[in-house]
């Protein structure tokens, strides 16, 4: 019913916003995680993240195969997937082309705008610096670039998160 897209920069306070707005919900909240811990660091980061959501939230792993595992979530809850950042970047590795990459976010927004409940989406926006020099770090920047977008299409709510603050963007045009 509600899609609301939550994007800026790293560390700015989208996720920590996420599960404030769905623990004030009081609805039953799932948490779609898209994170692998491949190293120290990476479970170092999804530790912290896991401390600062409430007890008894269900957790969903989906590094690659998101939108099937979203269209087997029960109705009426918050879903939260965090974030679409990683999820890219997976697909990346894995070998997927762009051309899938979007038309599984494209399935997603409609998922979301489809689902009985609401959907928190998390994405990192990576596209305001200077253009990266090498080909895969330009690859990857527009391909996120390309999911937020379509992803920001389908939503009734569209953030700019910078430093804990929210500039909502305009609205979708139809």
């Avoid at 916003?17 to 994170?35: C, D, I, K, N």
């Avoid at 494209?106 to 989406?121: I, K, Q, S």
């Avoid at 996120?144 to 977008?149: E, H, I, T």
Wanted: hydrophobic fraction near 45%.
């Amino acid at each position: 019913m509600t899609l609301t897209l939550l994007t800026g920069g790293a560390r700015s306070g989208k996720s920590a916003l996420a599960v404030r707005r769905a623990a004030r919900s009081g609805l039953p909240v799932v948490f779609v995680a898209t994170g692998e811990a491949r190293d120290d660091e990476m479970a170092d980061r999804i530790a912290r993240h896991r401390e600062e959501r409430p007890e008894g939230w269900a957790t969903v792993e989906a590094p690659h195969d998101l939108v099937d595992a979203v269209r087997v979530l029960p109705p009426d809850h918050v879903v939260i997937v965090d974030c679409l950042s990683l999820w890219v970047s997976n697909l990346m590795e894995r070998g997927d082309d762009e051309a899938a990459t979007v038309a599984a976010a494209d399935e997603l927004g409609r998922w979301a705008t489809a689902y009985p409940g609401t959907v928190l989406v998390v994405t990192n926006e990576v596209g305001l610096g200077i253009v990266p020099m090498h080909p895969v770090s330009r690859d990857y920047r527009d391909r996120l670039g390309r999911v937020n977008a379509t992803v920001a299409a389908h939503a009734d709510l569209a953030q700019l998160v910078v430093a804990g603050r929210t500039l909502t963007l305009d609205p979708r045009e139809d």
